[in-house]
């Protein structure tokens, strides 16, 4: 029987990988792009918690000592008055000064600026701007008075507990401004801690409200103090 079939056909020859990097070091390639892919999504999701719930802020005055020191870092909650809540006497709070503590800037914003606030995002700079930190004494209509024959605030008549106040080297007076003010309404009158070092509604009671700052121009509450860890602590409301 005749064998119609053909020669058998050869396998092509093999062809030639192209020429490159060895598979370990592209293998090792994909791993740092992998990594850089994850951290630049664990940075925006740190940027977004950051500038919408939680920033940590550095302080750089003494004047919420012996509450607030020097080089503490605390951390702020942003959605603390989002939700119907208002700022209460007692609150620690951060809120922008300006066009009431601080002059209006109209530098504009320059990459230096941009740059300052990314990093106080994730509290590596200080947060360019004019932010605060102080205590609410007085919210909305109350009259906040300095001072009683004991040398207490007193709000709406009652004298207040300011068991937070710095040691004034003995001195009993919770104020050396003597001020009588009704506090307008959608404002706070606010204080430091340490009120012999502290620039706070005190300063400005010759300006537009009063020394009063507006409750829309608060970022949020301090809540914790995080660092040095010698120093981790809540906050707690001083007074209703």
Not at 93 to 102: E, L, S
Not at 122 to 127: F, Q, S, T, Y
Request: net charge negative.
């Amino acid at each position: 029987m005749t064998d119609t079939s053909g020669p058998e056909e050869e396998a092509p020859p093999a062809v030639p990988a192209t020429p490159g990097a060895p598979a370990g070091v592209r293998a090792r390639r994909s791993r740092l792009r992998r990594a850089a892919v994850g951290a630049v999504a664990v940075l925006v999701l740190l940027l977004l918690v950051n500038a919408f719930a939680v920033q940590p802020y550095r302080i750089t005055s003494g004047s919420m000592e012996n509450t607030l020191r020097v080089g503490d870092r605390v951390l702020v909650n942003k959605l603390a008055y989002r939700f119907g809540d208002t700022p209460g006497r007692g609150d620690v709070v951060v809120f922008d000064g300006t066009g009431t503590f601080a002059v209006e800037d109209t530098g504009g914003t320059t990459v230096s600026h941009v740059l300052r606030t990314a990093g106080a995002l994730v509290g590596l700079a200080e947060p360019p701007g004019n932010d605060y930190v102080k205590r609410v004494v007085g919210v909305g209509g109350d009259r906040v008075t300095c001072c009683d024959e004991q040398g207490r605030i007193e709000v709406n008549g009652e004298p207040l507990t300011e068991d937070y106040l710095h040691p004034e080297g003995g001195d009993a007076r919770a104020s050396t401004v003597d001020f009588d003010i009704v506090v307008p309404p959608g404002r706070l009158w606010v204080m430091g801690d340490h009120r012999a070092d502290s620039r706070d509604s005190r300063d400005h009671l010759g300006r537009p409200g009063g020394g009063t700052v507006p409750v829309e121009d608060v970022i949020g509450r301090v809540e914790w103090v995080g660092w040095p860890a010698d120093r981790w602590a809540w906050l707690r409301t001083a007074h209703g």
